[in-house]
C-alpha cells in the first residue's frame, strides 16, 4: 500500500545540510503517490546501522562508532566536486566489499527503503567489480585477496533484490556500471548483463569521474558495442560535470538510450534540440547535482526548470542518498519548494520515467498502466 496522506520527511542524513532549520520543519511530502526511480546508485544507498553492523561482524576497524559519528564522516553537508565525493565510497566500501552476507542485505535494505519512498518500480545500479575481491584487477578498497568474484556478486545482489520485491512488493531492475577510470573491467560488465539478463540486469552503465577525460577508452566504446549487438540496453553518466561533447559521445558513439544526469547539455544549443527532438531521457538527481558541485547552488536555475519548460523527458532520482543524507521524498520536496514543481508535473514525468524504464514492452505498459490508475487519469491509446 503507498500511503495517501502528507508525511513529514525524514532524510537519512545530516539534517541541516540542505536548507534552513524552518524550512526542515515544514518538509512534508509533496508527492506521496507512486514513484519510478531510474538513477539510484546501491553502493551509494546503503543504510549507516548496516555500515557499523557488517564492520561489527567483521572486525573491521572504523573511524566511528556511534551513527551520529558515521553520519558525519560520510554525509557530504556542503557543495564540493565531483572527485572528492567519489572519495566518500572510500570511508566504507572496504566494510561491505567482499562479504556474501553483506552484499545481500545491502540490496534486500534498499528495496525496503524504496518501498518507504513510495516507490513501485526502480532500476539500481552498481559496479561489480567495485564490491569483489578476487578476479578484479586491481583489488578495489585495499581489500586482502578472497574468493568473491563480480560473476558472484551479481548473483547475490540478485538474490537480495528478489527477496526484497517479494517482501516489500516492489519491482526492481539492476544496470551494471563499468568504470571510467577501469576500461579493463568493460568487456566482462558487458558480459555480466548477457549472462544475467533474464534474472533482473536490464542494462548496462559507465559511471565514475567524467572530469578525468573527456572521451570514453577503447574498452568502454567496445564493451558499448557489444551492447548494442546483444540488444543490452545503455544508459551513461555524461554531462553532470562533464562538457556537452561528453553527452554527445555518450549518445552518438556510446549509442545511450538515457543520458545520467545531462545537465550541461544544455550548454550545446543544437546538441539539446536534437536530444529533445529524439525525446532523450535525462535522469536527473537535484539534490545530488548540488553537492556534487554539478550545478549552481541555487535550485531556481537548475537545468531541470529549462527541462520542465522545454517539456523534456527526464526523472528525478536520490543517486546516491546515503552520502547526500536524502531520501526521494527530500528530493521532490526541492523541487516542489525551490523549483515550483506541481503534482501534475510530478506525475507527468514519473510517466516519462515508466515510458523510459529498460523493460520489456509489455511490463513497460503494466507500469504505465499502475500509474495511470494511481494518478487517476485516462490513457490515450493509439487507434
Ligand atoms: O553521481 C555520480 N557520478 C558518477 N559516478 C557516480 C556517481 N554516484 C556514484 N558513482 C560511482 O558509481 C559507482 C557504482 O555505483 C560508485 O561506486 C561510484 O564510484
Redesign the pocket.
Known amino acids: 500500500m503507498i500511503a495517501s496522506r502528507v508525511v513529514t520527511v525524514r532524510s537519512t542524513g545530516s539534517p541541516a545540510s540542505h536548507s534552513n532549520m524552518s524550512e526542515q520543519n515544514n518538509r512534508q511530502d509533496v508527492f506521496s503517490k507512486p514513484k519510478v526511480e531510474l538513477h539510484v ?4 544507498a546503503i543504510r549507516l546501522q548496516t555500515i557499523l553492523d557488517v564492520a561489527r561482524r567483521r572486525g573491521i576497524p572504523l573511524p566511528a562508532d556511534t551513527m551520529e559519528e558515521l553520519r558525519e564522516l560520510i554525509v557530504l553537508r556542503k557543495p564540493t566536486t ?1 572527485t572528492e565525493f ?1 572519495g566518500k ?1 572510500a570511508e566504507y566500501m572496504h566494510v561491505i566489499a567482499g562479504d556474501r552476507d553483506a552484499i545481500k542485505r545491502i540490496a534486500y535494505e534498499f528495496v525496503e527503503d524504496k518501498a518507504k519512498e513510495g516507490v513501485i518500480y526502480v532500476e539500481v ?3 561489480p567489480h ?1 564490491l569483489a575481491n578476487c578476479d578484479v584487477d586491481p583489488i578495489p578498497w585495499n581489500q586482502a585477496e578472497g574468493d568473491l568474484s563480480p560473476d558472484e556478486v551479481v548473483r547475490l545482489v540478485n538474490e537480495g533484490l528478489r527477496q526484497g520485491e517479494r517482501a516489500f512488493h516492489v519491482k526492481v531492475r539492476s544496470i551494471l ?1 563499468c ?1 571510467r577510470h577501469m576500461p579493463s573491467w568493460s568487456a566482462e560488465v558487458v558480459e555480466l548483463c548477457k549472462k544475467y539478463r533474464h534474472e533482473g540486469v536490464v542494462a548496462i552503465d559507465l ?3 567524467e572530469s578525468l577525460n573527456c572521451e570514453a577508452y577503447p574498452g568502454h566504446r567496445r564493451a558499448y558495442e557489444e551492447a548494442v549487438r546483444c540488444g543490452i540496453h545503455r544508459t551513461v ?1 555524461a554531462g ?1 560535470v562533464g562538457a556537452a561533447c561528453v553527452v554527445k559521445e555518450a549518445v552518438e558513439v556510446l549509442k545511450a538510450e538515457r543520458v545520467g544526469h545531462g545537465y550541461r547539455t544544455l550548454e550545446d544549443r543544437v546538441l539539446y534540440k536534437k536530444l529533445l527532438a529524439q525525446n532523450m531521457h535525462f535522469e536527473v ?1 537535484p539534490i ?1 547535482s548540488k553537492l ?1 558541485g554539478a550545478c549552481n547552488a541555487d535550485f531556481t536555475k537548475h537545468p531541470v526548470v529549462t527541462f520542465r519548460k522545454d517539456k523534456a523527458n527526464y526523472s528525478l532520482n536520490t ?2 542518498p546515503l552520502i547526500f543524507g536524502s531520501t526521494l521524498q527530500l528530493d521532490y520536496w526541492m523541487a516542489h519548494e525551490h523549483m515550483g514543481f506541481t503534482p501534475e508535473e510530478f506525475k507527468r514525468l514519473n510517466i516519462s520515467s515508466a515510458a523510459s524504464c529498460f523493460l520489456p514492452e509489455s511490463e513497460k505498459n503494466e507500469l504505465l498502466g499502475k500509474l495511470y490508475k494511481a494518478y487517476g487519469m485516462i490513457r490515450s491509446t493509439a487507434f
Open positions: 546508485h546501491l553502493d551509494g565531483l567519489l565510497f545500479r552498481y559496479s567495485f556500471c568504470m559511471a565514475g569521474d553518466h553532470e538527481c545530488s556534487t543517486d546516491d
